[in-house]
């Protein structure tokens, strides 16, 4: 089925194709994981991505993978991907997130100035089975548990919760109107007016201290954290390797064509957005710029900030422009019908976020090394906030799973057939019970891929490194 079939078929009709999904793919069968005959070997799997990384930064990568299996998680998405494929599947697709793991839900700053709550990180977004990006959610939350200390239980609640909050969140989407769906979201004061009721007075004032801080974390707090003023002019601060100015990166004639490609890197993106955004961004003018690393699985992706002034000084504008390659999932779920990696991560993040960043576009350059690579541009920071998985108690973490799964339900019913997910998933909990077991079991084969990392560091097979 394609992701457009449902607009041409009755309510009815798609329900039935819900419910038909079944027959070939028991909601009890996502309990299920074992490693695939020929599985191949995780290591090889993170060395190909690596290989066409910037190799100087790779070894950050693999330090950052070892730090605990969480860290290890994040940095996994293509190992989870090639084990995702051979999964059960309704057969249902949706635009995923494709990297949909606790850390990559989060607040967000609407351009109303509104704070939202929403997925984030689309770097491996592509059309694909619904139950992908779910399970790496349900997976995620299961390993964090496991560093928190929590019990077998307690995690196991924790998952059901979050599948069921997706389940009953699709259900009330199959309901609704399409605009209805389209223009859904979560404001932050709402989620804490909802949550502050269900969590103890600890909790509650973290959460409170969590929404005021994302307030502050704008571009002018940015700046004053990665700016300072030399011989009289503004400058990007170094912090070597994590963020290296192009003095610090190359000699003076590679430095100026480098800067050359990013000024113009600048000006074409600019024509991705749409006018009236065109017309603001003329207002700035670029006036350093430096290498960034970012992430855990996006270490070693060529990465640059770039600081832009407007009216002054004291009007600054911090644009990361990031390398876009294939998705982890094209091999496995097709590949885009984005020729430009780019302009597939900006669509997929349109379609699944209730509204996104303000200088959110994309470009193609071609480098120093004569390669052509794909980028997409968007502010550095903007009123965003990271949940602190490691300070959250089991109660704390099955109500933050809960406001990700109806997130996830709604990012997946703006693209997918969400009557026939809904009518698929059906009133009962077997689908939640099912992935409780699915998450335990694919969390020790998480565990024994980061060992399989941490032996092939001691074997000095691959080379690990502090960013410290």
Known sequence: MTETTHQHLTPRERAALGRAARDHARRSDHAEFAPAPGRPDPVDVIE????????ELVPIRYGRMLESPFRFFRGAAAIMATDLATSPSSGLRAQ???????????????????????VNDFDETLPGPWEWDVKRLVVSLVIAGRDNGFKTQERARVVRATVRAYRESMREFAAMRTLDVWYSRI?????????????????????SRALKKARTRDHLQALEKLARVVDGRLRITPDPPLITPLDDLMPGVERKQLEQELREL????????????????????????????????SVGTRCWIVLLLGRDDDDPLLLQAKEASSSVLAEFAGVSSHLNQGERVVAGQRLMQATSDTFLGWERVTGLDGHERDFYVRQLRDWKAIPQAELMTPDVMRLFGRMCGAT???????????IAVAAYLGGSDSFDRALARFAESYADQNERD????????????????SSE
């Open 266 to 297: 600048i000006d074409r993106y600019a024509l991705t957005l749409p006018a009236d955004r065109q017309a603001l961004l003329a207002q700035y003018r670029v006036v350093d710029m430096a290498r960034k690393v970012v992430g855990v699985g």
């Open 96 to 118: 995923l997130c494709g990297d949909a793991h606790m850390l990559n839900f989060r607040l967000l700053a609407s351009p109303e100035r509104h704070l939202m709550f929403d």
């Open 187 to 207: 404001d932050a004061e709402e989620m804490y007016a909802t949550m502050s009721g269900k969590l103890d007075t600890r909790a509650r004032q973290r959460m």
């Open 48 to 55: 190909r991505q690596s290989a066409s990384r910037l190799p």
């Open 408 to 418: 996830l339900a709604r990012a997946h019913a703006r693209s997918g057939d969400r």
């Open 450 to 465: 980061h060992l399989a990392l941490a032996a092939a560091v001691r074997a000095g097979r691959v080379t690990a490194a």
